[in-house]
């Protein structure tokens, strides 16, 4: 399974992006997917991750009113659209899928995801 992540780049501070994340998976529909990010010298944290009917989304509290998940699973596709962006947001972002299908809630802990993205680069300056 491979996840393509999109969407990078560089921006000012209070600037916006949208990441993609695309699939070729034919059961992309069936599973929750998740977002997360790495810092320079810092864990791989928890962003934000949607179930698979996208019925429940769940945020990290520093990006919480900030960035929005959402997916699109006839174009299986996975969205994180991050609004006020802050220096603190920079980091690669990684997209995530769950590794059990049809699971109601979001996990937010990186073992519950078996396949991943290559990660894109989100740079903000101040």
């Known amino acids: 399974v491979q996840l393509q992540a999109s969407g990078g780049g560089l921006v000012q501070a209070g600037g916006s992006l949208r990441l993609s994340c695309a699939t070729s998976?034919?059961?992309?529909?069936?599973?929750?997917m998740a977002w997360f990010r790495r810092a320079p010298a810092k864990e791989r944290e928890f962003v934000a991750g949607?179930?698979?009917?996208?019925?429940?989304?769940n945020y990290a509290d520093s990006v919480k009113g900030r960035f929005t998940i959402s997916r699109d699973n006839a174009k299986k596709t996975v969205y994180l659209q991050m609004n006020s962006l802050k220096p603190e947001d920079t980091a690669v972002y990684y997209c995530?899928?769950?590794?059990?299908?049809?699971?109601?809630?979001?996990?937010?802990?990186?073992?519950?995801?078996?396949?991943w993205g290559q990660g894109t680069q989100v740079t903000v300056s101040s």
């Open positions: 998976r034919g059961t992309f529909s069936n599973y929750g």
């Open positions: 949607i179930s698979y009917s996208g019925s429940n989304t």
């Open positions: 995530a899928a769950d590794q059990i299908a049809y699971r109601p809630v979001v996990r937010v802990h990186f073992s519950f995801y078996n396949y």
